[in-house]
């Protein structure tokens, strides 16, 4: 996202005038959800400084925002899941996830699919989407009976967006102790792969719109008017 990443965290470029991130916060504070941790690594500050502890977005709900700020304690990103363990301390024993340079202004967080996560017992439940040009392979396949899967003749791309239990960042998959004092950098997706092995990571597919907005051209085409 050079240039325009050189002054500003990439999750503060706007988007439809607002940034990236605040799409699924808003989201999030629409589906009840008001309680909020933000990793922050390149530029972090102005990320906190742009949002604070207590914002007031879109609607009548505050969000209270704690941070957990990668760059500041460990200079640089801790990965996805080195990220998510770091802020375990901080997250509850289920917790959503999403990238906050993804946008997907269509999707509905919802106190529903926490429900029906809990009630089957997996340790992850992911939101797959249709393979975009940029991943024409995918990533995990989809059973028939909603699960995720490491093999596939059809795999979707993973949209970043997920349901997870505390205990899937623990042994026999995660290694690495609650709160990652050591700084670990840890991907997510061999975490995922572990359990998808044990049946234990379920999925659906999300259609509407969605755009992992990785190169100064999605930005610019997300910000130019429909004709």
Known sequence: MRPLTDTTPKPLLEVRGKPLMQWPMEALAVGGFTEL????????????????????????????????????????????????VRALPL?????????GDVFAPGFAFTQDSVDRFIA????????????????LKGDFGLSAEGLALNTADRKFTFSTIGLYRAELFAPPYCDIPSGNPAGRKAPLAPILR???????????????????????????????PSR
């Open 37 to 84: 941790v933000i990793n922050t690594d390149w530029l972090g500050t102005q990320i906190s400084g742009r949002f604070g502890a207590e914002p007031l977005l879109q609607g009548p709900s505050a969000l209270s925002i704690s941070y957990s700020d990668e760059g500041r304690d460990f200079g640089g990103a801790l990965e996805t899941a080195g990220g998510i």
């Open 91 to 99: 997250l509850g024993d289920v917790f959503w996830v999403a990238a």
């Open 120 to 135: 089957s017992g997996k340790l992850a439940h992911l939101w797959l989407v249709p393979n975009p040009a940029h991943n």
């Open 194 to 224: 572990a359990a998808m092995d044990n049946e234990l990571v379920s999925a659906e597919l999300y259609t509407g719109p969605w755009t992992d907005v990785g190169t100064p051209e999605r930005l610019a085409q997300l910000n130019t």
